[in-house]
């Protein structure tokens, strides 16, 4: 491949603490996988035989001690740990392995859960030069109550406002509303070129980007840009319209001379690959336009370039929420072709699992025992007379006799006790229910596992 794939699994899942706290993000089992999987089958499916892995210590050392956290890829996995205590973002992350990246690279989030032809948005690159191409897909409103939460007021979550030219594949515009205190203002020299202009809300940013080598250059020359999300790319997507500013001379105040350095700095994305000036020979000779309505040459002149592919259909997730890592779980196991039964599971004829199910390598399911819509994870037992419904269970969970569990997530290695009944609940990782408790909307974790605010 002419792309280098970088994976990033360093994040600590702050949307999502009662899950996370003693699981890191990259571990979650979504569809009794490591989310962390997802991605990597991903690239390995597009052709990627190596990847870099950007993640913590912690994430290392399991998935190579844990037996049952084998990641089953072929790829090389170049894993790269930041410095602990390191409160590093997404762009901080490229920069501490720029040594590593040689070509353009494809930037991809760990938490990302999706069906896409990757080839989408690596053709947009390659077919435009493009100094950066992404993904994005529209919102999903999840359907599924969330363990812990109903009746709490939904924190409703500011919109990305997106402009993209008639063909929706380059990007205009973005911005998001927290930034709009002045109302949604687009710029003369945009409108100048591209009078006809979609503005798209309701689409999510997938984390997924195939930038520049350069631009991995320029984060080493500007250390203040921390996240390639809120920052980088509407940095990027701005300066496709900017007028260079490297003809000012006059160096007598401080902010010209500050233009002129942030000047330089974009001159740095533009920087030529080995086949620019044949590209550009092709640009003049041929009668291809990438627009209409003027006579402008192609892309109106302009060497910094951003796409975007926009899914219509298909599966596209960012687990970093508990309603998406909810959803994820019943969505997931459709995406790769394996029996719901692992073969070391012990499973009673006298037990009723539904095929919608999936049930965990070494798991012991007992008699009488109804699962409906649920995941039941690794070296779990469930006992006598249990009914499991739109559940999610994680790996060595202890479920005693004449339990009844609907829509809940229990954390690793809990226990819960015999007769209990549990609606909509997340019981945190090591935490034991008492026998015949009855339990509804509840977020049942340790005291050391309460966030301090």
């Excluded at 490297?246 to 902010?255: K, P």
């Excluded at 394996?338 to 012990?346: K, R």
Aim: proline letters at 3%; one cysteine or more.
């Amino acid at each position: 491949m002419e792309l280098q794939a970088v994976l990033m699994a360093a994040g600590g899942g702050s949307r999502m603490m009662d899950l996370t706290y003693n699981t890191p993000k990259p571990l979650l089992p979504v569809g009794n996988k490591p989310l962390i999987w997802y991605p990597l089958n991903l690239l390995e499916r597009a052709g990627f035989e190596e990847v870099v892995v950007i993640t913590t210590k912690e994430v290392q050392k399991a998935l190579s001690t844990e037996q049952r956290l084998k990641l089953d890829v072929k790829m090389k996995l170049d894993v790269v740990c930041i410095p602990e205590e390191a409160d590093m973002g997404t762009a901080d992350a490229l920069r501490h392995i720029q040594q590593k990246i040689k070509t353009d690279i494809l930037v991809v989030s760990c938490d990302l859960i999706t069906d896409v032809a990757l080839h989408e948005v690596v053709d947009l690159f390659r077919a435009h030069n493009a100094t950066l191409s992404m993904l994005m897909s529209k919102v999903h409103e999840f359907t599924e109550t969330v363990p812990g939460q109903k009746g709490k007021k939904k924190t409703g979550e500011q919109r990305d406002f997106v402009g993209v030219d008639s063909t929706g594949k380059r990007l205009l515009f973005m911005a998001n509303e927290a930034d709009l205190e002045d109302g949604l203002v687009i710029r003369k020299s945009i409108m100048r070129k591209h009078p006809k202009m979609h503005i798209k809300t309701g689409l999510l940013d997938a984390h997924l980007y195939c930038l520049k080598r350069s631009v991995v250059d320029f984060l080493v020359d500007n250390k203040s840009i921390s996240s390639l999300r809120g920052e980088l790319v509407p940095y990027l997507v701005r300066k496709q319209f900017t007028k260079a500013l490297s003809s000012q001379r006059d160096d007598e105040h401080t902010d010209q001379n500050l233009k002129r350095k942030d000047a330089n700095a974009s001159l740095e994305i533009l920087s030529s690959s080995k086949d620019e000036a044949l590209l550009q020979l092709a640009c003049e000779r041929s009668c291809w336009n990438d627009h209409r309505g003027d006579m402008s040459e192609a892309y109106h002149g302009g060497q910094l370039r951003c796409y975007a592919h926009i899914m219509e259909d298909g599966t596209c997730y960012r687990v970093n929420t508990l309603a998406a890592y909810v959803e994820a779980n019943r969505v997931a196991p459709k995406l790769f072709e394996e029996p719901p039964v692992h073969p070391s599971a012990v499973i009673s004829e006298r037990s009723l699992v539904g095929g919608d199910s999936i049930i965990g390598a070494f798991c012991q399911i007992a008699d009488k025992t109804s699962i409906k819509r649920s995941t039941i994870g690794a070296s779990t037992t469930v006992k006598e007379k249990v009914k499991v419904t739109n559940s999610i269970i994680m790996n060595g969970v202890t479920i005693e006799e004449g339990c009844n569990i609907q829509g809940s997530v229990i954390c690793n290695n809990a226990v819960i006790g015999r007769g209990a009944d549990l609606k909509y609940c997340l019981v945190g990782s090591g935490q034991r229910i008492e026998a015949e408790a009855e339990r509804t909307n509840e977020v049942i974790v340790g005291s050391d596992q309460l966030m301090e605010i």
